[in-house]
């Protein structure tokens, strides 16, 4: 496993820097993935596309606990602290920035169920960015209890896990993957805090990676099962005291390394394809394809929906920005006959009055979105190559634009031909790739003609 690590982390460190747009899909695409899937973990219920919602867009939808959108978005604060944090490499870990770490994604005191080690229901408080003041064991499936440490032995096992980290950082003896599937085993096994303990073991992971340049690891929900197992496996091995955990050896938590390096290693293959400019969503995603799917039954449900801004946001996101990924991936080669290409976007509410939208980041420019959201008349995707390096092509440019018009119970993607669905309804992936078939045969039948 290591060796595979070290190869694929070559190739990538070979791909630097990447074009800024690949860089900022990358972040995007591994941001949302690491918010949904480490907060689905521990039970929220928001879907990876209302999670989307949220981060990007600033928007809620559904039905939900407010403390659910709420720890969200600060789960996103605190992985923009771990990356800021891990950029100072002589920066030592500090017990601080992990109370502080929880402090963010807890946002504030709660009352949660429990249950005392007698194994009768209560209620406790829990107390953000402070040490556990009660016993936090849990009952396994098979009705046993295991032990966490113990509240007075807490804080002295913190101490000695940051300063092991820092002394190992020093000593250059683990790997990254090493350094970072053991410090969140021991973190684990120690479960300092009341609640948020996974989360921040999985915010750790990527603090140890993102000092070393590789990319984050994205425990997936539905691979639960796999990263408890690979956990337990460890725990026998170790010892099942809390400062047998604590103190575990990297030989003992081999089961953790190879599950943590399989993780690893699937996102070094999608960080390398971003930077070769490939494509990089998963289509076989279970969850995504999930929520496309309980989307068709509600709108199946009912005939013929009217235009609303929530189908709005939705054909941005599930039409509009693939549609815009797949012009990047078919047509990137078009790149080598033209030193100009632009691309530009926006939403337009009729007339010239537009709002951008930026092709790549999928963040809004324009304060006011919603207002051009409420009245949308039609979305715009303009690709223009112009300038050509050959001479022979002398003054040759060719303008791809793609509008996606909005009426009041369907909507009409209008190119070379026209496509027309229902709201709640998306193009299939292989329509969307005759959209961009098209424009491939034209482009080349305008560049033959060009150098005829």
């Known amino acids: 496993m290591l060796d595979k690590i070290s190869e694929l982390y070559q190739e990538w460190k070979s791909l630097q820097p990447l074009k800024p747009e690949d860089q900022r899909r990358l972040n995007e695409k591994f941001r949302l993935e690491f918010n949904y899937n480490s907060n689905h973990i521990e039970g929220n ?41 891990s950029k100072d490499r002589e920066r030592p870990l500090t017990e601080n920035f992990i109370r502080t770490l ?23 408080e829990v107390k953000i960015g402070e040490y556990k003041s009660r016993p936090n064991h849990v009952r396994t499936a098979s009705g046993e209890i295991f032990q966490y440490a113990i509240v007075e032995e807490t804080p002295a096992m913190m101490k000695d896990l940051v300063d092991w980290f820092n002394l190992e950082i020093k ?8 350094i970072a599937s053991l410090l969140h085993y021991r973190y684990i096994r120690i479960h300092p805090f009341e609640d948020g303990n996974g989360r921040i073991a999985r915010l750790l992971v990527n603090y140890v990676l993102f000092r070393y340049d590789y990319p984050m690891v994205i425990i997936q929900t539905k691979d639960k099962n796999n ?36 993780q690893l290693a699937h996102s070094l293959k999608i960080a390398i394809k971003a930077g070769k400019g490939e494509n990089i969503e998963e289509e076989d995603d279970f969850e995504k394809k999930l929520n496309l799917l309980e ?8 005939e013929k929906p009217s235009f609303t ?44 009055d537009h709002l951008t939208l930026n092709p790549f980041t999928k963040s809004i420019i324009d304060v006011n979105f919603s207002e051009y959201i409420e009245s949308a008349r039609y979305l715009l995707l303009n690709y223009c190559f112009s300038n050509p390096i050959n001479p022979k092509l002398k003054d040759l440019a060719i303008d791809i634009t793609i509008y996606i018009l909005f009426k009041e119970d369907e909507y009409v993607i209008d190119y070379s031909d026209k496509k027309t669905y229902n709201y709640g309804q998306y193009p299939t992936q292989e ?22």
């Not at 000593?171 to 090493?178: I, K, Q, R, V």
């Not at 329509?431 to 005829?452: C, G, P, Q």
Request: net charge negative; hydrophobic share 35%; proline share 3%.
């Open 431 to 452: 329509e969307l790739n005759d959209i961009i078939s098209k424009y491939k045969y034209d482009i080349l039948s305008k560049l033959d003609n060009a150098i005829k």
């Open 309 to 352: 801004k929530e189908f709005v946001l939705e054909i941005i996101d599930l039409v509009y920005y693939p549609l815009l990924q797949k012009f990047e991936e078919g047509l990137k080669n078009t790149r080598v006959f033209f030193r100009r290409t632009e691309v530009s976007g926006g939403i337009s509410k009729g007339g010239d």
């Open 171 to 178: 000593n250059g003896e683990l790997t990254p993957l090493e």
């Open 295 to 302: 989307r068709k039954l509600k709108i199946s449900e009912i």
């Open 45 to 85: 219920t928001l879907t990876y596309g209302q999670t989307k919602l949220l981060l990007i867009f600033e928007k809620t939808e559904g039905v939900h606990d407010l403390r659910e959108y709420e720890e969200m978005k600060a789960h996103d604060v605190a992985l923009k602290m771990i990356i800021e944090e």
């Open 102 to 124: 929880n402090q963010t994604i807890l946002v504030r005191p709660f009352w949660k169920d429990a249950q005392t080690p007698d194994g009768h229901d209560t209620r406790i």
């Open 227 to 262: 990263y408890l197992r690979a956990l337990n496996r460890c725990d026998v091995e170790v010892g099942l005291e809390p400062s047998q955990g604590a103190n575990a050896k990297i030989a003992k938590i081999q089961p953790f390394v190879e599950y943590v390096g399989e």
